[in-house]
């Protein structure tokens, strides 16, 4: 399968813990794209990479977490001091976008959080 | 700035009925614009895109949507509903030129009768 993945599937956490998901792209793909989906809710922003340059943050995206894209490739989504509020779906996407255009996100089945 | 409004958060139809789901935009530029189905358990796929090409978006099983500048809406349709199309349905839009960051509305539900 050559999709975006996401790992872990599922994470259960304590409050105050530090917690990090994986994202693996589509290989060719240039911009990664991190989302936090609630129940009953669109997924909503987080951040954004264009290869290994992280070039947009959600004001959502507190200084508790922080998002790494090293070499361009694989991502990771780092949640410090975990908070029963960052219990949600986080939802990984990649595109490729050339000359500015932007083109269609394909996502990954994302990892479900839960802290208790 | 940019958002999205889904007008319904659940659609019911009975099978073999036509299907409306209804979003409107607000862009300050040019905007491209999505949907994106998502099945219970399964990542969100790509239904159909506009990005001021053709104002008449055909997608996949069935789709259609229309960009309608004037009304700043694009309205996601099929003819005839199958069972299969239960699922959320999110409409996107994104701001071309400058930031790339998507915005989805809140979802709408379809619910297809038998």
């Known amino acids: 399968d050559t999709g975006v993945s996401q790992d872990p599937r599922h994470k259960i956490t304590k409050r105050g813990q530090n917690v990090t998901f994986r994202c693996d792209p589509i290989?060719?793909?240039?911009?990664l794209y991190w989302y936090r989906q609630t129940l009953g809710q669109g997924p909503e922003f987080l951040t954004y990479?264009?290869?290994?340059?992280?070039?947009?943050k959600s004001r959502l995206l507190s200084d508790r977490f922080s998002a790494e894209r090293p070499k361009g490739s694989f991502s990771t989504l780092e949640i410090q001091r975990t908070e029963q509020g960052d219990s949600a779906m986080y939802l990984c996407?990649?595109?490729?976008?050339?000359?500015?255009?932007?083109?269609?996100?394909?996502f990954g089945p994302g990892t479900r959080l839960t802290v208790t | 700035a940019q958002s999205v409004t889904q007008l319904d958060s659940h659609v019911s139809v009975s099978e073999g009925t036509p299907v409306l789901l209804r979003c409107n935009y607000s862009?300050?530029?040019?905007?491209?614009l999505f949907w994106y189905v998502q099945h219970p358990n399964k990542g969100l796929q790509l239904l159909l895109k506009?990005?001021?090409?053709?104002?008449l978006v055909k997608g996949i099983n069935g789709f259609e949507a229309e960009f309608k500048k004037s009304e700043t809406s694009f309205h996601l349709t099929k003819p005839s509903a199958h069972m299969s199309d239960a699922a959320e349905y999110f409409c996107?839009?994104?701001?071309?030129?400058?930031?790339?960051?998507?915005?989805f509305g809140r979802g709408t539900s379809l619910i297809v009768h038998p």
């Open positions: 996407a990649s595109s490729f976008d050339h000359t500015g255009f932007f083109d269609e996100q394909y």
């Open positions: 290989s060719e793909h240039n911009r």
């Open positions: 990479f264009q290869n290994e340059a992280q070039l947009e």
């Open positions: 862009s300050s530029y040019s905007p491209s």
């Open positions: 506009y990005t001021s090409a053709a104002t």
């Open positions: 996107v839009v994104i701001k071309s030129g400058g930031s790339y960051i998507p915005t």
